[in-house]
């Protein structure tokens, strides 16, 4: 089992950076494939990127092509989301997901308690 903890949300204007970091227990994180989503507020949760267990396969919501990057750092058990040119409507509760099958469909091991961003204009 996997348990998550997310950290690194806030408070930023429109054009600035955050970075989001979600730290995770248990020996195995590399056999996880790790995702970010995100539910704003009367939206539906959705969504924003993914990475595989070595860290070289990434996958993004169309939405933050461009601008969002994830990574991992299996020796820390770390799964990072770094979040440039920030836009007011990235405002959301962010959250990250562990699955050992597929982020589309899950089923998914553990969520994070999730992370709030906010981003005025």
């Known amino acids: 089992q996997v348990q998550l903890v997310e950290s690194g949300g806030g408070l930023v204007q429109a054009g600035g950076s955050l970075r989001l970091s979600c730290a995770a227990s248990?020996?195995?994180?590399?056999?996880?494939?790790m995702g970010w989503f995100r539910q704003a507020p009367g939206k539906e949760r959705e969504f924003v990127a993914g990475i595989n267990g070595s860290g070289g396969s990434t996958s993004y919501a169309d939405s933050v092509k461009g601008r969002f990057t994830i990574s991992r750092d299996n020796a820390k058990n770390t799964v990072y989301l770094q979040m440039n040119s920030l836009k007011p409507e990235d405002t959301a509760d962010y959250y990250c997901a562990a699955t050992l099958y597929n982020l589309a469909r899950g089923p998914f091991d553990a969520w994070g308690q999730g992370t709030q961003v906010t981003v005025s204009s």
């Open positions: 248990g020996r195995t994180f590399s056999a996880y494939i």
